[in-house]
């Protein structure tokens, strides 16, 4: 007899997997961002033909994370349906249906990708919350219509979010297992996370974020906080030092996941950047300040990708040193820069996917970049839902605080692993860069985190005088969230 937990995890699955099918079945053009999001698909594409993230250009082996391409290519030698040559595949203007089919292909992998996310969150809610309470939240997650979108993106994001959530629990399992196999689930859970790190580089500082876990979990117990600590750091070396090792046969140098970390910290140090999280603020860096360091070190005024990329190494020593000498002469500029983009992370939301998405509906309407420019009205359509959506992120925001408050108030260690987690993205975005893309990875924490709130005001009941009836300040809240939330999904993607 499957229990109660499984068969709403099940309904959770189908549910979210059905919001996910429809969604992608409506997106007609969004999978490219309007040129901003090939980059990866076309070195999955090279993965699964070459063995190489590209068969010419040795820099690109090393300019980006290896994690999202890997998964396209692992996608479509399960799927099996790509012609035997890649001339056939990348011939333009011909087996235009070939490609359609790899695309669909990666976006029914990335909704499977969401509708499990959604059934790991579920389990990872219910160990601290009311079934109920994890139901709700969980299915509003895996039907958030931001996250629908982004299944239909050939981007990193939904797989990033699933490995992330995944980890979350497999760390948070392991702390209260008390088993003889506690030494394996910890370096297995390490495992995860450098999986986790090989997508987006940003949580190689998460071993600095573990510590005070294992020091909040175990206490006193010296010998079980390092050994534990240990085998978690173990866990991610044995995913993350292959390819540590794979950078420094082909550049002589450690590079533990990617080669970005030079231009990443530049752009927080260049100029003062206000919070504008629907445009693209690093078109605002680079074609005044960026372009002069690339042409200084390729000697060309125009840009190329595989003019960058095989120059990538010299650029980010290039752009290293620009960022030392900018921190030297204005370090205020990257103060600035660190707490905007601290705010932007914690408080907004890039709700202009929305638009795009309800914009493209229109078969004679095509993504124009420039409508992500800093200062471009985005009048390109009007949706009263994209605003509604940022409102319904902001609650979720309000209760996400509160439930880390409470959290903190009550000593709980149930949110304690997705908590400093979320602390790690914070932090390192913050340090580095942020912008229009990377607000994705902070909505499964805002569902974890109001969780702990609307369990904890679950446990009382207020009387309504007219009905002389009590009900519970939980019900009201996931209420208000079912209304809001299925509204959403119902008038973005179902309508």
């Not at 109920?132 to 996250?147: D, E, H, I, M, R």
């Not at 970390?261 to 140090?269: E, L, M, N, P, R």
């Not at 919070?275 to 840009?303: A, F």
């Not at 340090?431 to 702990?452: A, E, N, Q």
Request: hydrophobic share 50%; with cysteine; glycine share 6%.
């Amino acid at each position: 007899m499957i229990s109660l937990k499984w068969r709403i995890a099940l309904i959770i699955f189908v549910f979210v997997l059905a919001c996910s099918g429809l969604s992608i079945f409506k997106n007609r053009q969004l999978n490219f961002m309007g040129g901003m999001a090939e980059e990866y698909f076309g070195m999955g594409i090279n993965l699964y033909y070459y063995g190489k993230l590209s068969p010419t250009l040795t820099g690109a082996r090393v300019f980006r994370p290896p994690g999202y391409p890997v998964f396209i290519a692992s996608i479509l030698r399960i799927w099996g349906g790509m012609p035997e040559e890649a001339e056939t595949f990348f011939k333009p203007g011909v087996f235009q249906h070939e490609r359609q089919a790899a695309y669909r292909a990666v976006w029914l992998a990335q909704s499977l990708l969401l509708s499990l996310t959604a059934v790991i969150l579920f389990l990872l809610l219910s160990n601290y919350i009311r079934l109920s309470n994890a139901a709700v939240l969980a299915t509003l997650f895996g039907c958030n219509p931001y996250l629908l979108i982004l299944a239909g993106l050939l981007h990193y994001d939904i797989f990033h979010i699933f490995l992330t959530v995944v980890s979350v629990y497999s760390l948070s399992s392991v702390l209260d297992s008390r088993s003889k196999e506690a030494h394996i689930k910890m370096v297995v859970s390490g495992a995860f996370w450098g999986f986790t790190t090989l997508i987006r580089p940003v949580t190689l500082i998460l071993p600095l974020f573990a510590l005070p876990v294992f020091w909040i979990q175990f206490g006193r117990s010296w010998p079980l906080l390092l050994r534990s600590f240990i085998l978690f750091i173990l866990g991610m070396s044995l995913v993350i030092i292959p390819n540590t090792y794979h950078n420094y046969t082909l550049t002589g140098r450690i590079i533990p996941v990617n080669a970005q970390s030079g231009i990443s910290v530049w752009g927080a140090t260049v100029k003062k950047l206000s919070r504008d999280p629907n445009h693209y603020r690093w078109w605002e860096l680079w074609y005044p300040e960026g372009m002069q360091i690339y042409r200084k070190v390729t000697g060309s005024g125009q840009y190329s990708y595989s003019r960058y990329v095989n120059n990538i190494l010299e650029l980010e020593d290039e752009f290293r040193s620009a960022a030392v000498k900018n921190l030297r002469r204005k370090p205020y500029v990257y103060v600035n820069n660190f707490l905007v983009d601290f705010l932007t992370f914690n408080l907004d939301i890039n709700s202009v996917y929305i638009k795009l998405f309800q914009a493209i509906q229109n078969p004679d309407v095509n993504i124009d970049k420039k409508w992500l420019k800093v200062g471009d009205p985005q009048d390109f359509y009007s949706s009263s839902q994209a605003n509604a959506f940022k409102y319904y992120i902001y609650l979720l925001t309000v209760f996400g605080f509160l439930g880390i408050c409470l959290a903190l108030k009550q000593k709980g260690k149930s949110i304690l692993v997705a908590g400093l987690v979320y602390l790690c993205f914070c932090l390192a975005h913050a340090l580095t860069y942020m912008d229009l893309m990377y607000y994705y990875i902070k909505v499964p924490f805002l569902y974890i985190f109001s969780g702990y709130f609307i369990n904890t005001v679950d446990r009382d009941m207020i009387r309504i005088p007219l009905v002389d009836r009590q009900i519970s300040p939980a019900a009201i809240l996931n209420g208000v969230m079912i209304v809001f939330g299925i509204w959403l999904t119902i008038a973005i993607i179902l309508v």
